[in-house]
């Protein structure tokens, strides 16, 4: 059971946008900043997002990440093939004193 | 590009230990903690433990605390994780990760190293 929680899959058509989301609590997203991870099958983790909204270098605008309250969102526009991955949230819980993260959502681009 | 690299990971039976050790390059390893992270076959990530940059805090998840040791040496630049008293259900992979510093959070991973806890 994951501390954080994320829907396990969704699934959109080359072109089209999706939202995910991730759910927490005060401990962790509420009074923390959210990161996202990229995992292509077969590969490391890969930094997204960062602080909530910002990106790394070398990632596209079409991926942008928003948090509110207790919750966090990853934007994905212009769906490619090649978007295709598991894509993971993730914190420190402040209060447990422990790294978090959510199950992952499973992305399929039809 | 921040780069981290693991090594160590292999075969040991339950009840066994390994160490597992992890390299960086392109950003100073004395201002960073750091955390290992591991991945199950077919599940998601889990976190085992971190380390701040000068040792003086470590923190582990409580399926490992007290079987698993994180430490650093600042001179060789290196992180391990030291695991006794490995179980079938350790078996993963571990990911060697950079702590952000302004939210603990992880940022940057390595590309993972196969532990297999097997009899």
């Known amino acids: 059971q994951s501390v954080l929680t994320q829907p396990p899959s969704v699934s959109a058509a080359p072109g089209q946008k999706v939202t995910l989301s991730c759910s927490g609590t005060t401990s962790n997203i509420g009074n923390n900043r959210v990161f996202w991870y990229q995992q292509v099958s077969g590969k490391a983790p890969k930094l997204l997002i960062f602080?909530?909204?910002k990106r790394p270098s070398g990632i596209p605008d079409r991926f942008s990440g928003s948090k509110s309250g207790t919750s966090a969102t990853l934007d994905i526009t212009g769906l490619r093939t090649g978007d295709e991955a598991d894509y993971y949230c993730?914190?420190?819980?402040?209060?447990?004193?422990?790294?978090?993260f959510g199950g992952g959502t499973k992305l399929t681009v039809l | 590009q921040v780069q981290l690299v693991e090594s160590g990971g292999g075969v040991a039976r339950p009840g066994g230990s390994l160490r597992l050790s992890c390299s960086v390059s392109r950003f100073s390893f004395s201002a960073y903690g750091f955390h290992w992270v591991r991945q199950a076959p077919g599940k998601g990530l889990d976190w085992v433990a971190l380390?701040?940059?000068?040792?003086?805090?470590?923190y582990y998840s409580d399926s490992v605390e007290g079987r698993f040791n994180i430490s650093r040496d600042n001179s060789k630049e290196t992180l391990y994780l030291e695991m006794n008293t490995l179980r079938v259900e350790d078996t993963a992979i571990y990911y060697c990760?950079?702590?952000?510093?302004?939210?603990?959070?992880?940022?940057?991973w390595g590309q993972g190293t196969l532990v297999t806890v097997s009899s």
């Open positions: 380390i701040w940059y000068d040792g003086s805090k470590k």
């Open positions: 990760a950079r702590r952000d510093p302004y939210s603990g959070a992880v940022d940057y």
């Open positions: 993730g914190t420190w819980d402040i209060s447990l004193n422990i790294g978090v």
């Open positions: 602080d909530n909204d």
